[in-house]
């Protein structure tokens, strides 16, 4: 018997070339050599409607789930900035959780009563239809209050809102230190003018005198200067911060414009996406739940029509025993005859080799084996039933 190697992946494989099976082997092979076949073999294939969209109804329960929980998140948000006027915020937040919540898991519910009233049923319920759409009209529109409101619990900037001036403390120190020196200096020259009584020296201490006050008004002018200086600076300080403040104001407003859109777009593409979700995922359960009965149907009926056809069989061999005295059955036009039991003497065929052991037939019979005790199928089913009973 030849052997035939093939080596597929540098695996090596061996087979009997005369199986039958590999012939459809070959075939199979011929038919899906590559992968560009197998793929069309596989896209082309008659399938189930659930087997064929189950990647789509996977990724439709999940995106409902994302769905109902942006959904949940945005309506708890409008409860909670809706409430928080007129109540503490732990309280507003341990009524909107349970109200945004509830509210899910009834549309969820809506949608199962009505896809099966509509797809079952082929009837459209007014009240149910009208409950679902309110639902999805109230959450829709909170779920966008609470989008859009949402940028109002983002943090505030917690940069200074007041400009970084320039001090004028240690000027003024300086200033008054200065300025106690040059007033201790002329009292004292004041006082040793009262003193003295020398004209020549009254004359030297007035002029010191003269030049200390000069110099005092000197630094008087300056620091009046330095003052208005930095009085200048700080004033230049003050307005480019405040006109910063209001550009930073302004792209502030802009990104919470901008936030706040792409939030309410979002939350009305959520309540979409939920909506047709959850029209696929009813057809496609309802699909699966028409195949699973029209399965169990047509299991039943076979099962039924093969119970009836054995029922049937059953009582035509009982009523053909019953007429002719415990009759073997007819012999079928494909039963093949056993040929070989003759006798030594005369060459003729022997016309019974046992006798059948039921108790009511006891006819005699040409056996195909050697363990053959009953001459038909009936007769041992007969006889199993009155051992069991003896046995009781």
Known sequence: MPIVKHQKNDIMYKFNDLNPKNDAFHQHNKEIKNLISRQAHKMYEDKEFSTEYR????????????????????????????????MPLYLAIAIGVPVAVGLELTKNFLWSINAKIYLKYKRAAIGGLVALLSLHLLSGGGSAFGAWQSTNLLPRS????????ISTLDVKKAYEKELKGINSNISLITKEIKQTKSNYTKVQLSKTLSAKEESKANLIDSHQKQLDGIRQQNEKIKGSFFTEQKETEKRRKARNKNIRLSLFILAIF??????????????????????????????????EKTSDTTTADTTTTTDTETSKGQAAPPIAKERTIIKGFQSLDGGKKIEFTKVCQYDKCKKPFLHNTITQKYCSSNCRKMANKQKARAKK
């Open 158 to 165: 917690t940069e200074s809102t007041k400009p970084l001036l």
């Open 55 to 86: 990647a789509v109804y996977i990724l439709c329960c999940i995106l409902r789930g994302i769905a109902n929980v942006a959904s949940l998140i945005t309506f708890c948000i409008a409860i909670y900035i809706g409430l928080s006027f007129i």
């Open 270 to 303: 959520f309540e979409a996406c939920c909506i047709i979700c959850s029209m696929f995922i009813s057809y496609c359960l309802y699909r699966r739940y028409i195949d699973d009965t029209v399965t169990d149907t047509d299991t039943t009926e076979t099962a």
